[in-house]
């Protein structure tokens, strides 16, 4: 069965460096995402991209963030200059269409855990 | 703001019974709401949807029902199994209002031997 697929599992960073995500979605969706949660609190929508720009971002996903699909299979999510607030697992997640006629389940990769120390 | 809300922090069931998770929403643009499990270091997994021109959607032990009028949702598992056990989460989008999915903060569900 198609899967999304993260790496790395788990990262730890000092703060202030800069920490690249991977993710590779599922083939022959269009539509990716980065979600993250925070231990113990709720999954976060941080941005989605489609079309090879992004279409929407929450108010976390600052300038310390950015997104890039390099090659046509990975989505990354960068983060340019870490602090201890980043440290959550991170959700790379597509689907496969965003129509009001279904289609728009997300599917999950395993995440990435990020420690900032 | 809470636009998705689960006001069960933690449910517990006996094996075989019916468990049922609730879900609230405000925002009465949502159209697309999904129900996701998660166990423990792992992503969500995808369980079932519902549109919101349904208001049933049934798939082996899973049926979601919403109820629009009440802006709210409930997931039944019928019978639950210890391998439910896990945390439920109930998302929700709105196709013309940012589609991204809110979720909320997710309900515990352990299913007893």
């Known amino acids: 069965e198609p899967e999304v697929t993260q790496t790395p599992s788990h990262q730890v960073t000092q703060m202030g460096q800069e920490v690249i995500l991977r993710c590779v979605p599922i083939s022959n969706h269009l539509y990716f995402y980065w979600y993250r949660q925070i231990l113990g609190q709720k999954v976060e929508f941080l941005v989605s991209f489609y079309n090879n720009e992004i279409s929407e971002k929450s108010e976390i996903f600052d300038d310390q963030f950015s997104v890039e699909r390099p090659d046509g299979s990975n989505f990354t999510l960068k983060i340019r200059s870490t602090k201890l607030e980043d440290s959550a697992m991170y959700f790379c997640a597509s689907s496969e269409a965003d129509g009001q006629g279904g289609g728009r389940e997300l599917f999950f990769g395993e995440g990435s855990r990020l420690t900032v120390l | 703001d809470q636009q998705v809300k689960q006001n069960s922090p933690s449910l517990s069931v006996q094996e075989g019974r019916i468990s049922i998770l609730n879900c609230d929403y405000t925002n009465s643009m949502f159209d697309y709401f999904l129900w996701y499990k998660k166990y423990p270091a792992e992503g969500p997994t995808f369980l079932i949807s519902i549109s919101s021109i349904k208001d049933k959607n049934e798939d082996g032990r899973f049926t979601v029902f919403l109820n629009k009028s009440a802006k709210h949702l409930s997931l039944h598992i019928v019978p639950s199994q210890p391998g439910d056990s896990a945390v439920y989460f109930c998302?929700?989008?709105?196709?013309?209002?940012?589609?991204?999915?809110?979720f909320g903060p997710g309900t515990r569900l352990s299913v007893l031997p």
């Open positions: 998302a929700a989008s709105a196709y013309n209002y940012g589609q991204n999915f809110v």
